[in-house]
């Protein structure tokens, strides 16, 4: 029960964090939704009808682009319960993670790379895991406050027993005194009203129980690298054994 307590408030932290960025994500397609109705009007008055059914159709779409952001909150906010794993693809809870964390990675001003594999399964909770990779990659943000030219570089790779996620910001990294502690629950460097010092401390315990590790080092170079290994998941080998 306390796990699941900290669990839920690392996600209300986190959400807190996000609120601004998720309010600017909403507000774009809000202020296109806004010009499209309003040259919709012209168009139908001029009696252009295939101009307007065109802008009709952008603004579904935007439309449904606000819907997926405020579902993936919900999902994301709501309470853990006792259920079973179910089958999860990474290239889609990397999507559904970047409608969450996109707009603050903007905001902030941060040079993104995604490299992702197609059809790559583990088993688990999505949610779970989209909540330890936006947690990793708020804390890469956090990271880079300071930095001139900020960018994170995300990496899946996968064997046939194992994924790999790889997540590479260009900050200053860890200092050595805090390595031994990064993992633990309340632990933080940053500022009051920052965060809570939870995101690390309950992605090791997420990643932990879907029978994964989490890896976190320096880079030669600087920065600082931060790595999910999980077990691989081969849905047809379930249909063969089934």
């Known amino acids: ?14 959400l807190g964090q996000m609120s601004a960025a998720i309010a600017h994500e909403i507000n774009q397609p809000l202020a296109a939704i806004r010009t499209f109705i309003s040259s919709t009007k012209i168009y139908l008055a001029r009696g252009d009808s295939s101009h307007a059914s065109s802008n009709l159709d952008l603004i579904n779409g935007l439309a449904e682009r606000m819907a997926n952001i405020t579902s993936h909150l919900k999902t994301f906010a709501r309470s853990g ?9 990474i290239d889609a809870a990397i999507r559904g993670s970047m409608l969450l964390i996109r707009g603050q990675i903007e905001l902030a001003g941060v040079s993104f790379t995604s490299d992702t594999i197609e059809h790559v399964f583990v088993r688990g909770h999505s949610a779970q895991l989209e909540q330890v990779i936006v947690n990793l990659l708020q804390n890469a943000i956090q990271a880079l406050e300071n930095v001139g030219t900020p960018t994170i570089r995300l990496k899946v790779e996968a064997t046939h027993d ?13 200092p050595d005194e805090h390595r031994d ?21 309950i992605s090791y315990g997420i990643v932990r129980d879907l029978g994964g590790q989490i890896h976190v080092s320096n880079l030669p170079a600087g920065g600082t690298e931060i790595v999910v290994e999980l ?3 081969h849905p047809e080998s379930s249909f063969e054994h089934a």
């Not at 194992?162 to 860890?174: A, C, E």
């Not at 502690?181 to 401390?201: C, M, N």
């Open 81 to 89: 319960e006792k259920r079973g794993t179910e089958i999860i693809d």
């Open 231 to 233: 077990p691989r998941h």
């Open 162 to 174: 194992q994924v790999r996620i790889t997540i590479v910001d260009n900050g200053s990294g860890i």
């Open 1 to 14: 029960e306390t796990q699941n307590s900290l669990v839920q408030a690392g996600k209300l932290a986190a």
């Open 181 to 201: 502690r990064i993992f633990d629950p309340f632990f933080t460097t940053k500022a009051i009203g920052k965060g809570l010092g939870l995101g690390l401390s």
